[in-house]
C-alpha cells in the first residue's frame, strides 16, 4: 500500500466513524474537538502544530486556512500510530494527505463530481471551507487512485 491509499484509509475511517464524511458535516475543528479529543488554540505563531493534544494555529489566519491547518493537524494525530513506520518526510506527506481527505471526503467529494460539479469553481462553492488549491489537489489525489 502507497502513502496515498495509507492516509485515504485512515481518513476514510475516521470521517465515517465521526459522522463528519458528508458535505454538510465535513468541517475539520469539529471533527478534531469533538471526536479526537484535541482542543484548538489561537497563538501568534506563524504556522500550525500539534503539542500533546492541543492544535496551535495562526489567530489571524482566515476560516479556510484554519480548516486547513486543523485538517493536517488531525492528519498527524491520526497517522501516531503508523509514525514508527515513515520518515519525517513521509509523516508530513501523509498528514497533508489525510487532512485534504478529511477537508473533502472521497464518497461525498466524489458524488459532487458525478453530479457534474467538475469545475473547481462549483466545487468551491459546495465545499466553502476547502480553497481552489485543495479542490484541485482532492481532484489530483483521487484520480491517481483510481
Known amino acids: 500500500m502507497d502513502l ?6 485512515i481518513a476514510a475511517e475516521a470521517s465515517e466513524d465521526s ?35 492541543r ?12 480548516a486547513y491547518f486543523v485538517a493536517h493537524e488531525c492528519g498527524h494525530w ?9 520518515t519525517e518526510d513521509e509523516e508530513e506527506i501523509v498528514a497533508s494527505r489525510i487532512g485534504v481527505a478529511l477537508m473533502l471526503p472521497r464518497r461525498a467529494f466524489l458524488r459532487d463530481v ?8 462549483d466545487l468551491v462553492a459546495l465545499w466553502p471551507l476547502a ?3 485543495i479542490v484541485r489537489r482532492r481532484l489530483v489525489e483521487l484520480d491517481a487512485l483510481a
Do not use: F
Open 78 to 86: 491520526l497517522a501516531r500510530d503508523a509514525k514508527s513506520l515513515l
Open 114 to 121: 458525478r453530479n457534474g460539479a467538475r469545475v473547481t469553481a
Open 55 to 66: 492544535v496551535y494555529y495562526p489567530a489571524r489566519a482566515s476560516d479556510r486556512d484554519v
Open 131 to 133: 480553497t481552489p488549491r
Open 19 to 53: 459522522g463528519r464524511d458528508d458535505r454538510p458535516n465535513a468541517d475539520p475543528s469539529v471533527l478534531a474537538v469533538c471526536y479526537l479529543g484535541l482542543r484548538l488554540v489561537p497563538s501568534r505563531r506563524r504556522s500550525a502544530c500539534l503539542i500533546e493534544d
Open 4 to 9: 496515498g491509499e495509507v492516509a485515504e484509509a
